[in-house]
């Protein structure tokens, strides 16, 4: 490719609009690998946590010695460990009161099912981002390549003689655009894909959880024991 062909010589010698989209392109793929790095890592703690707090929760003992460590300053809570607390907490507020079974099982499941919410809020915060610059960036680079077109066909309409060379550097700096829109959307589409499926499945290990503690604490009402499994 000749000098005056290569990609960094088009973007400079690209017209004002065409250069506006192309930073507006570039601005929205480097944001959004750094939200897909960030999210990558969020995601893995999620999974990690859950995991480890399954560990324990399931090893036996008295629940209330796993809650009363898990409320340790020192000790980084997981989301299935703030589900966790929250229903317990609930469970143990209603249980003070001597509240009937049922209305006790019922606050203590609507304790988690708000955090819950909460979680699945945090799972899914920006992610919406990654589906918008997905959906966006082939149509803003497309008009960016339609501009540079249409100012090289006007351009070309006011020489005497026109050849391929003369039309070419323009075509080509327009062609970028949308080379760039498709540089910026695929990555955000598969990253969006995988998220959204990883997120669905972290709040189904939630809800889960859910279900299966809340058998325990009726199990345990029915039995007034110590809070076990």
Known sequence: MSADLSVTHLILEASFVVQVVMLILLVASVSSWALIF????????AD?????????????????DIYSRSEQPDIE?????????????????MRQQNALAEPTIEGAQRAMRVAINREMDHL??????????????????????????????????????????????????ALIATALGLFAAIPAVIAYNRFSSQSERITNRYEMFVEEFTSILQRHLQGRGSVER
């Open 124 to 173: 899914e915060s920006h992610v919406p981002y990654l589906a918008t610059v997905g959906s966006t960036s082939p149509y803003i680079g497309l008009f960016g390549t339609v501009w540079g077109i249409m100012n090289s066909f006007l351009a070309l309409g006011a020489m005497q003689q026109a050849t391929l060379a003369t039309v070419a550097p323009g075509i080509a700096e």
């Open 77 to 93: 809570s997981g989301g299935l460990e703030r589900i966790f607390r929250a229903g317990f907490r609930e469970f143990t507020r």
């Open 48 to 64: 990690a946590g859950a995991e480890a707090f399954e560990d324990t929760f399931w090893s036996g003992g008295n629940l209330t």
């Open 38 to 45: 960030r999210k990558i890592r969020h995601l893995r703690r």
